[in-house]
């Protein structure tokens, strides 16, 4: 399906849980979006299911949903379509529900050079978003061949909480298209939706380290061996 059916299909279409996903930290559930015909299976994280956080708010849920407007707004297409609902256990984000290669994610795929350019963006995304949480399983390689970005709500912090395994591109230059974009975002005010997410510093601090990556216009290297999350995978 196309982007905006998809989006139209997880917001409005009939929802039916169909069981527990194992090992999420969360109350995380596979889900069938039914509607006129069409139907997908979804991931769907309810905010009444989030084990509370000490250096993060409630709401994790809301964050899923902002790191897919910003991957939209900067016209990369990193996370799979994620929306806000309401649901069996309440209001969360429902997403797309990415049929991949499991055998597959972060150390597996920077081996193929194919993915490079986008494994680059996913790298900036990360550092802008500041993602408390990019572990290799997060990176999943689609039936499309594309990779994407799942399990983004520790993200938007205000203080720095980068943790992430992606620090192949460290000291690199950041690729031109890529700080065109960020260049574009930071310059324009986010998207009425993506702000509505979003607490006024969280909104800042997102600007700023976009503006940050551009002055440098280089991948940071990790600076003391504890920017990793745990576990890797």
């Given at each position: ?6 989006l139209?299909?997880?917001?409005r279409?009939?929802v039916?849980v169909?069981g ?6 969360n ?9 006129d015909?069409?139907?997908?299976f ?8 989030e084990r509370p ?10 964050r899923e ?6 991957s939209?707004a900067l016209g990369?297409?990193l996370?799979p379509p994620t929306?806000?609902r309401d649901?069996p ?5 429902m997403?797309y529900f990415?049929e991949?290669?499991f ?9 193929d050079p194919?993915?490079r350019?986008r494994?680059?963006?996913l790298c900036?995304f990360d ?6 949480d ?8 689609g039936a499309d061949?594309?990779v ?6 520790l993200?938007?912090h205000v203080?720095?909480k980068?943790?992430t395994v992606?620090?192949?591109f460290?000291?690199e ?12 975002l930071?310059?324009?005010r986010?998207p009425r939706?993506?702000?509505a997410l979003l607490?006024p510093?969280?909104?800042d601090?997102?600007?700023a380290r976009?503006?940050?990556l551009v ?7 990790e600076?003391?061996?504890r920017c ?6």
């Amino acid at each position: 399906m196309a982007a905006a059916e998809t989006l139209a299909l997880l917001t409005r279409g009939t929802v039916t849980v169909r069981g527990l996903l194992p090992g999420a930290s969360n109350a995380t559930f596979l889900v069938k979006v039914a509607r006129d015909g069409e139907q997908t299976f979804a991931v769907y994280k309810p905010g009444r299911g989030e084990r509370p956080l000490w250096d993060f708010p409630r709401g994790l849920y809301r964050r899923e949903v902002a790191a897919f407007l910003l991957s939209e707004a900067l016209g990369w297409h990193l996370v799979p379509p994620t929306v806000l609902r309401d649901g069996p256990y309440g209001e969360g984000s429902m997403q797309y529900f990415v049929e991949a290669d499991f055998e597959q994610h972060y150390f597996t795929l920077r081996e193929d050079p194919a993915h490079r350019d986008r494994l680059a963006r996913l790298c900036a995304f990360d550092l802008v978003a500041n993602n408390a949480d990019r572990k290799a399983g997060h990176c999943l390689l689609g039936a499309d061949g594309l990779v994407y970005a799942i399990d983004n709500g520790l993200s938007f912090h205000v203080e720095p909480k980068l943790r992430t395994v992606i620090w192949d591109f460290a000291d690199e230059a950041v690729p031109a298209p890529v700080l065109a974009d960020l260049t574009r975002l930071a310059s324009t005010r986010l998207p009425r939706v993506l702000r509505a997410l979003l607490a006024p510093d969280e909104r800042d601090a997102l600007v700023a380290r976009c503006r940050a990556l551009v002055a440098t216009a280089h991948f940071p290297a990790e600076p003391d061996g504890r920017c990793y999350p745990w576990p890797l995978v």
